[in-house]
Every structure is written in structure tokens, then in C-alpha cells.
């Protein structure tokens, strides 16, 4: 490993002739002997401080500092690194996120004379903003004096510009202030004039034309500027005011587009616009100070501390999937919210409802069971097995979504955002106590979902394989295959992990389900359905008004259910593919086919212990597949409605009270309260 120079060493070397990587890798080299190895803050402002009284005891190393100065800024473009560093140059979620992975994977070079390129090479520690935020004012002052320079020393670059203006006492580092502030605010323009954002700004925010107007307020602003950038003016004050009105009417111009968002779907790609054209607000704000401010110099310090954060942030892809799908998952939870009231049973005829939807699930999923068996004997290749049972589970799936049944284990990742959303209601009076309630009417209600579909699918299962041996001499399954189920299926084999899986695979169909919803509605596609000159010559208006209204309404169950029967059946395939040897365990399948073992093996099967290990398996599939999705569509909910402070030793010690005194009002409703009559004397 190669020793770091000292200071005396990194100024001899110092040469504003030497070849452009060779000045760029000095100046490396010379950060990082500032930032030393201690990751210490005033250690690095004490190096600073050494710098600057080396170089005034040095008045040739001062003056080859100045020449290497004046070199750089003639031949890097600082321009893009004020005004474009941190941005994307891209407007699609897609394109950002690999341009991200590229800047995080391959590595750069100093031979450039792109400067946001070379800060990224320089300054590329997020403790470089620490130690710049620390230099004290007197310190930067003296910065500031020992890079001093005037635009007459210079004959090109971004100098070159100035004279056309005005006079040229503008030092270089002004005229890249007020060149990055034109193309900034020239970017906030284009966005504001993007289709996608302005066909869903409210009017009221259009009539003020703010982005028609910013660029002449800019222009307005440099000029008042330029006539004496010393001395600030009443006209400059005036500008300047005028041009952060015209941003703030941007900024509430583009926010309007969030009220739309917010009643008729989420786009990733329209909120990353959004974003970036408020950061872009916040940079012009910056400029100005850099530039007009009684204190330019501190705020150029906090300038490029931020563009260090900002370089670190532009590599990091969970940052821009965070930052960028929070609002998305609000709305999957939200619309996730309003589908789980619907399975949270609160009164005994909702109950009683629930166990007959369930009972009439568990009798489709004894015909899923056999056809799942049809198509392990007809010895499929590991895709195509696939791929037909995932068709099979998602056709039943759907058959009981038209039926208006249930099945149990999907509700879990539906009901967790209704849960959720209660919680932020947690500071009213008597809230703990009513969130208990919720508890209890979603355990009881899951419990009679679970209930409903298995005392059905395993009467059916047996009633199937009983009608199987009396019209075609054999039993769904036969012995051989039975006792393989029963060794699938048994506790002490992977069952656990299984069904864990499964219940990941749950709560992704549900997060399927949100966005696809959500995109629906975002493309307006029922509005298309119902009126589309096409579609209503092909179906009739009457028929077209129908189908768009199924789907406005059915649109999240069908693709929750699709997606789920075909993940349940691909992912075993896909994963064999790989070697993991990964298989699904869904309790009412899993019922189904220990039912079909149970008809193949007769009663003696009642006295062996594997099936017993089978039975206990089924209790822990059912607590993994309800458990696990709902705790991750739980975790979802809460960051999507920024639930945070919740006191939950209050509610651990609400719930052990209510299990203490009223166990029974998890599994069973309690009775509605009697009526008094009134009884009338004639």
C-alpha cells in the first residue's frame, strides 16, 4: 500500500502544467490528505487551516496554486456540477434506477472535464459534508481570498459569456452561479411544461402561468445583478424577491398534482418528476444565496456539503426506490385497507356469512385438490407442471372471487392496512380499547375463514375420491402416492419453512393486487371500457357499461388471484431450476390432500403417527400462512401512513387483559344486546 504524501510533499508536485488527469488526481490526493485517516472533524479543519498558512508562508506555492486554480476552471465545466449534480437526466423511474446501478458498479475517472464527475471523486465520503459544514467563517474567508480570481484574467470558459451582459467584475465563480442558475431554472421549466404533469395541475395553479414566466424573472435578476455585482440594490432586491415568489407558485403548482394523484391513481414515474422538480426548486434557492446573500461564503460551504450528501444518495438505488414508491405503497395500502373491511366480521350474522363463504371455498378447493393430482400424473416437465397447477389454483381462485366466497389465507394481507390505519387513532379517548376490539373481530373472523374452508374441503375431498372408487374401481390417489403426501406433508419435515414461504408469496398477491389497481385506475381503463368507440361497437353500450363496472370493481381480486394461483405453482418450479428444492404449503390445499391420503389408506390411517405429524402440520401452516402475511402487509401499512410512536406495551397489556376476561370473544360473537319491550296498558 502506497504511504499518503505530506502537505510539503503534495505542494511540490504541484504543476499547472502537467496533463489533465495528473491535475485532477492532485487535487485527490490533496482531499484526502485534508480528510486523514481519523474520520475526524476538527482534525480535517485544523488541515485546512495548515493549507492556508503553508501557502502564505509559501508565496510560490501560493502562486502555482492560483495558476492551477485559474487552469481548472478554464478547462472543467462547473456549470453542471451547480446545477445538475444530484439530478437525474433522465424523467422514467426505469432509466434512473440503472443509471444508479452504473454509477454504483463501474468506476470513474479523473480524465474529465465534466466537474460533477470529478466531484464525485473528490469529495466521496459523506464525511467530507461534515467538515465542511465545521470551517469556521474566518477560514473561509481566507479560502475565498486565496482563490480569488477575475474574469479579465480569463479568455474563455464560462467567463466568456459575461462581457455580453454586462461589465465583467464578476469573478468566475459568480458567472457559474448565474449560469447554473439560468440552466436550472431551464429544467424546472421543461418539467413544469411535461404533459404528464400539466394536464393534472389544478387550474387554478395553471392561471398564474408560473413556469412561463420564471425565465424572464431569471433574466431579469441577472441583469440587475450584473450592473453592479458588489453593491446590492433596491432593483436587485426587487428581482430577486420576484424570482422566489415565481418558484414558490411553481412548487404549489406542482403539488396540486398530488391531489390528483391521490384520488385517481400513483405513477413512480410522475412522483420521481414531482421530486425532482421540487429538488430543483431547493437548488435554485441555494444558488441565489451563494450568490446574493450577506454571507456567500458560508452558504457555498453548506452548498457543497449538501452536493457531497446528494453524491452519496445518487448511487444509492434504495433510496430512490424508497423515496420514490412511498406514496405508491400508501395508495396499494389504502386500497388494501378498504378491501380488508370487508373481511372483518363485527356482528353475528357477518359470522355467520363468513363460515358459509369459507364453507363454499373449501368445497371449490376439494376440486383444485384433484385436479392438482390430474396433473401430477400426467408427469409433466418441471415448467409445464408448474405452470398448469398455478393455472389450476388461479382458476379456482377466481371460480370462488365470482362465487362471492373465500379463502382464508388471502384475507390476512387485506385486513393488516385496516389494522393499520386504526392505529393512528390510537391518542382518542378509549382508542386502545376499541383497537382491542378490532383484534378480536379480525382473529374471529380469520378463525372462521379457516374453520369454514377446511370442514369443507375435506368432506368433499373424501366424497370425491369415495365417488372416484365407486364409478372407477380407484380412489383419487393411490396408496403409493399417499404415503408420499403424508411424508410431504409432515411436520417434521420442511413444513415450517414451507409454509412461511407461502405466506411471503400471500402478501406479494396482495401487493400485486394494490398496484394493479392502481394502475387501473391511473389509465382510466373502466372510462375506456365504457365508452372507447371500439370496445362499445364490438360489445354494445349496455354490455360495455357492465364489463367496465365488473372490472372497476373486481379488478384487485383477479389480479390477487392470478397472481397468487400462478406464483403458488411457478415458484417450486423456478426454484428447482436453481436446485433449492422449494415446495408451497397452503393449509386448505394441504387439508385437501391429506383427505385424499386419508380415502386412499382407509381407517387404519387413524392409528399411524404420520398422519398425526401430517394434522399438527396443518395447525402450524395455517398460523405461518396468516402470521407471515400479515405481518409484512402490517409492516407496509404502518410506513405507508407513517405510523410511528405507537405505545405498544398499552396495547400488548389491552389484548392480555381482553384474552383474560373474554377469551371466548376471539372465536365467537357475542350475542346482540336484548331489546326491552315496551309494554302498552289499554
Known amino acids: 500500500m502506497t504511504a499518503r504524501p ?14 489533465l488527469a495528473q491535475r485532477h488526481l492532485w487535487l485527490i490526493q490533496l482531499l484526502g490528505w485534508v480528510r486523514g485517516r481519523h474520520d475526524s472533524v476538527p482534525h480535517a479543519v485544523a488541515r485546512v487551516n495548515l493549507l492556508l498558512d503553508t501557502l502564505q508562508q509559501r508565496p510560490e506555492a501560493r502562486a502555482r496554486l492560483q495558476a492551477w486554480w485559474l487552469k481548472l476552471l478554464g478547462t472543467v465545466d462547473a456549470t453542471s456540477l451547480l446545477a445538475d449534480y444530484g439530478f437525474s437526466s433522465r424523467s422514467a423511474f426505469t432509466s434512473e434506477l ?18 460533477a464527475s470529478l466531484f464525485s471523486l ?18 473561509l474567508t481566507r479560502l475565498a481570498e486565496l482563490l480569488q480570481a477575475d474574469c479579465a484574467q480569463m479568455t474563455d470558459g464560462i467567463c466568456a459569456w459575461v462581457p455580453q451582459i454586462g461589465p465583467s467584475r464578476v469573478t468566475p465563480w459568480q458567472a457559474t452561479l448565474l449560469e447554473a442558475l439560468t440552466f436550472c431554472t431551464g429544467q424546472i421549466r421543461a418539467t413544469g411544461f411535461s404533459p404528464e404533469l400539466r394536464l393534472r395541475m389544478s387550474t387554478p395553479a395553471l ?24 453593491h446590492p440594490s433596491a432593483a436587485r432586491q426587487a428581482a430577486l424577491q420576484q424570482v422566489l415568489n415565481r418558484l414558490e407558485a411553481c412548487r404549489q403548482a406542482a403539488a396540486s398534482v398530488y391531489t390528483h394523484l391521490d384520488s385517481n391513481g400513483i405513477s413512480v414515474n410522475l412522483v420521481f418528476q414531482l421530486r425532482q422538480l421540487r429538488s430543483r426548486v431547493l437548488r435554485v434557492r441555494t444558488l441565489l444565496d451563494c450568490l446574493m446573500s450577506e454571507h456567500p461564503h458560508r452558504h457555498t ?9 446528494v453524491g452519496q444518495e445518487r448511487r444509492s438505488v434504495r433510496a430512490l426506490i424508497a423515496a420514490n414508491s ?25 359470522y355467520m356469512q363468513m363460515l358459509r363463504d369459507a364453507a363454499g371455498g373449501g368445497a371449490v378447493m376439494s376440486v383444485t385438490t384433484l385436479m392438482k393430482f390430474v396433473i401430477l400424473s400426467m408427469s409433466l416437465s418441471a415448467f409445464w407442471g408448474g405452470f398448469y397447477a398455478g393455472l389450476n389454483y388461479a382458476l379456482s381462485f377466481v371460480l370462488i372471487q365470482l362465487m362471492h366466497w373465500t379463502v382464508a389465507t388471502k384475507q390476512p394481507a387485506m385486513t393488516a392496512p385496516a389494522m393499520a390505519a386504526k392505529l393512528k387513532e390510537l391518542g382518542a379517548p378509549g382508542a386502545v380499547e376499541s383497537f382491542v376490539d378490532e383484534v378480536a373481530h379480525l382473529v374471529r373472523s380469520q378463525v372462521a375463514a379457516i374453520f369454514g374452508n377446511l370442514a369443507l374441503v375435506a368432506p368433499a375431498v373424501l366424497l370425491i ?31 415450517t419453512l414451507f409454509a412461511a414461504l407461502t405466506g411471503v408469496l400471500l402478501f406479494a398477491s396482495s401487493i400485486i393486487a394494490g398496484w394493479t389497481e392502481n394502475w387501473f385506475v391511473l389509465h382510466r381503463l373502466d372510462s375506456a371500457i365504457r365508452y372507447n368507440p371500439k370496445i362499445t361497437a364490438a360489445l354494445g353500450r349496455v354490455r360495455a357499461e357492465r364489463w367496465a363496472t365488473f372490472m372497476r370493481h373486481n379488478i384487485s381480486g383477479l389480479a390477487a388471484n392470478v397472481s397468487l394461483g400462478l406464483m403458488l405453482g411457478l415458484v417450486p418450479a423456478f426454484a428447482s431450476f436453481f436446485g433449492l428444492g422449494l415446495e408451497v404449503r397452503h393449509v386448505t390445499l394441504s ?52 405510523v410511528s410512536g405507537v405505545d405498544r406495551r398499552r396495547i400488548y397489556q389491552a389484548i392480555r387483559h381482553r384474552i383474560r376476561t373474554r377469551l371466548g370473544s376471539f372465536f365467537w360473537p357475542a350475542s346482540p344486546p336484548k331489546q326491552s319491550k315496551d309494554v302498552t296498558h289499554g
Open 326 to 350: 412511498s406514496m405508491l405503497a400508501a395508495k396499494v395500502a389504502e386500497r388494501s385497507s378498504e378491501t380488508g373491511e370487508h373481511y372483518i366480521t363485527r356482528t353475528r350474522a357477518e
Open 122 to 139: 473528490v469529495l466521496c465520503q459523506s464525511f467530507d459534508a461534515r467538515w465542511l459544514n465545521a470551517l469556521e467563517d474566518a477560514t
Open 98 to 115: 440503472t443509471e444508479r446501478l452504473r454509477l454504483k458498479w463501474l468506476p470513474g475517472t479523473p480524465e474529465t472535464t465534466d466537474a
Open 591 to 642: 387439508t385437501g390432500q391429506i383427505a385424499a391420503a386419508a380415502a386412499s389408506l382407509g381407517p387404519d390411517i387413524f392409528h399411524s403417527s404420520p398422519f398425526w405429524w401430517c394434522v399438527a402440520g396443518i395447525a402450524i401452516t395455517g398460523a405461518l400462512n396468516v402470521g407471515v402475511s400479515f405481518y409484512f402487509a402490517f409492516l407496509l401499512a404502518l410506513r405507508a401512513h407513517n
Open 465 to 495: 375420491s369415495t365417488g372416484l372408487w365407486l364409478a372407477f374401481g380407484t380412489p383419487m390417489i393411490d396408496a403409493t402416492v399417499a404415503k408420499h403426501v403424508l411424508n410431504d406433508l409432515t411436520l417434521l419435515g420442511p413444513t
Open 301 to 309: 460551504a453548506q452548498l457543497f456539503a449538501h452536493l457531497v450528501l
Open 207 to 230: 392561471e398564474t402561468a408560473p413556469f412561463h414566466a420564471l425565465d424572464s424573472d431569471v433574466i431579469a435578476l441577472q441583469a440587475a445583478f450584473l450592473i453592479d455585482p458588489e
Open 6 to 19: 505530506d502537505l510539503a510533499e503534495l505542494l511540490d508536485a504541484l504543476d499547472a502544467e502537467a496533463d
